[in-house]
């Protein structure tokens, strides 16, 4: 006798996806590499992947932002209204006290479980200097750390970096989403000619930057604010 059985596939359980950054200012290359993570992580599968920019209050090995957190916040939310994928987690912005993410990726972790796989992305001039990091090798004990990078970017020579990353490293980015933590990948995205550095400076003479470096809604958020030296 033959028995027919019905395979009822589960839904994917989708990644929680972290995207850090000091966003002062948010610019397009900011939204763009989130919109091709997004893209890349989803594959074929529908709704695609969300991934959360969280903006860092006091970032511990840079200067202070000059924009507040409220500003940065709201640039961020313009700059993403349009995008379902995108979303702002601002949870760094309300806590006291330096940004430091092993303890954003300990309360993330706590919220959503043991099983989900938590990704935190980080670009890789950061990823250069995750040595100096607090408590840097506990990060894996929480979730995952994705290094983004661009075409021709040139990757990091530390030895102790270079050595911790490959006992952890898997050989796609995609194989992250299978596991809830305790690896590491490299992703290369697309090339953004653009960084808050020049967007500031560009500002602070009275240049108008291109809406392709900068949403128009954030430079109108700018204008108004009189951020940046405007």
């Known amino acids: ?25 948010v610019h397009q290359g900011h939204v763009h590499s989130a919109l091709e993570l997004s ?11 969300m991934v959360h920019l969280l903006p860092n209050s006091q970032p ?29 987690d601002e949870r760094e912005l309300h806590r006291q006290g330096p940004s430091y993410s092993v303890l954003t990726m300990a309360e993330v972790r706590a919220e959503i479980g043991p099983e989900q796989s938590l990704i935190w992305c980080l ?7 995750l040595q100096h990091w607090h408590r840097w ?4 004990d929480y979730g995952h750390l994705l290094v983004l990078s661009r075409p021709q970017a040139t990757w990091p020579t530390n030895t102790q970096l270079l050595t911790w990353f490959a006992a952890h490293q898997v050989a796609e980015a995609k194989q992250l989403l299978a596991s809830p933590l305790g690896q590491v990948a490299h992703l290369k995205l697309g090339q953004y000619a653009v960084s808050a550095t020049q967007l500031r400076q560009q500002l602070c003479t009275g240049q108008q930057p291109s809406a392709l470096n900068l949403a128009p809604a954030v430079a109108q958020y700018i204008a108004d604010q009189r951020l940046y030296g405007i």
């Open 1 to 25: 006798m033959l028995y027919l059985v019905t395979v009822i596939s589960e839904p994917k359980c989708s990644a929680k996806v972290l995207f850090g950054g000091t966003f002062d200012p």
């Open 39 to 49: 893209q890349y992580l989803s594959g074929q599968e529908t709704p695609a992947q």
């Open 60 to 88: 511990v090995h840079r200067l202070a932002p000059q924009a507040n957190a409220q500003q940065r916040a709201q640039m961020l939310a313009l700059a993403t209204a349009e995008y379902g994928s995108l979303a702002v």
């Open 123 to 129: 670009g890789l001039d950061a990823f250069a200097g």
């Open 137 to 140: 090798q506990e990060l894996l």
